[in-house]
């Protein structure tokens, strides 16, 4: 069965950091892709940034600096470092990964994201 918990989210103000992990079952250790999304109230699910088995990542314009994926494949476990957070950076936080099935490929889009977390809450004040 493949399990995403996210955690680490909270509240913030304008300027700090926070760290979010994903800890993800072993079925994913051969997904060649994993991911962050976020989604803010009325608006649609949008790429945070992706890495694939070989390290290599993308980011969206809009986090492009500030924030940065890794995984540590020991433990299995997706993390997303946010820095210079801002109140656009506000939304519930998402980790997924493509299904094995899906070989390698690793865009930066909800698409082809197979497994889906439950989702962390990120609420950035000014």
């Known amino acids: 069965q493949v399990q995403l918990v996210e955690s680490g989210g909270g509240s913030v103000q304008t300027g700090e950091s926070l760290t979010l992990s994903c800890a993800a079952s072993?079925?994913?250790?051969?997904?060649?892709?994993m991911g962050w999304f976020r989604q803010a109230p009325g608006k649609e699910r949008e790429a945070v940034a992706v890495i694939d088995s070989d390290g290599d990542t993308l980011y969206a314009d809009s986090v492009e600096g500030r924030f940065t994926i890794s995984k540590d494949n020991d433990k299995n476990t997706l993390f997303l470092q946010m820095h210079s957070l801002k109140p656009e950076d506000t939304a519930t936080y998402y980790c997924a990964a493509v299904g094995p099935q899906r070989g390698r490929i690793c865009p930066l889009g909800t698409y082809p994201m197979d497994y889906w977390g439950k989702g962390t809450l990120v609420t950035v004040s000014s």
């Open positions: 072993s079925y994913t250790r051969n997904s060649y892709c």
